[in-house]
């Protein structure tokens, strides 16, 4: 499965941008991460494929949002309300289709098996 993350960019605090994911195949679970230069990638937000199931990162809860479009086999990030400690190089990630795991797992970056490039997301203050 190939992944191909857009939308990323340069915005103020207070802003919204939306954060794209497109899959080249099915998978289980989609998931979004983000890095800044010397921390671990962290965990922001995940959902199943299939299903209704999400979960998210304390830092983004009710000002980001993960949904799907399957007929597109794209996942979005929709992040309103940005600050500038959300910036980073955020990453979608896919587990295989077929490899279910607790939803706990979701947060673990070991839990997945396909990563995309990455896409810089700057927000000034």
């Known amino acids: 499965v190939q992944l191909q993350a857009s939308g990323g960019g340069l915005v103020r605090t207070g802003d919204s941008l939306r954060l794209s994911c497109a899959a080249s195949?099915?998978?289980?679970?989609m998931g979004w991460f983000r890095q800044v230069p010397g921390k671990e990638r962290e965990f922001v937000a995940a959902?199943?494929?299939?299903?209704?199931?999400?979960k998210y990162a304390e830092s983004v809860k009710d000002r980001f949002y993960i949904s799907k479009d399957r007929t597109e086999n794209t996942v979005y990030l929709q992040m309103n309300s940005l600050k500038p400690e959300d910036t980073a190089v955020y990453y979608c990630?896919?587990?295989?289709?077929?490899?279910?795991?607790?939803?706990?797992?979701?947060?673990?970056?070991?839990?997945?098996?396909?990563w995309g490039q990455g896409t810089q997301v700057t927000v000034s203050s």
């Open positions: 959902c199943t494929w299939n299903g209704g199931s999400t």
């Open positions: 195949g099915r998978t289980e679970v």
């Open positions: 990630a896919a587990r295989s289709t077929g490899r279910v795991i607790l939803s706990s797992m979701w947060s673990s970056a070991l839990s997945y098996d396909y």
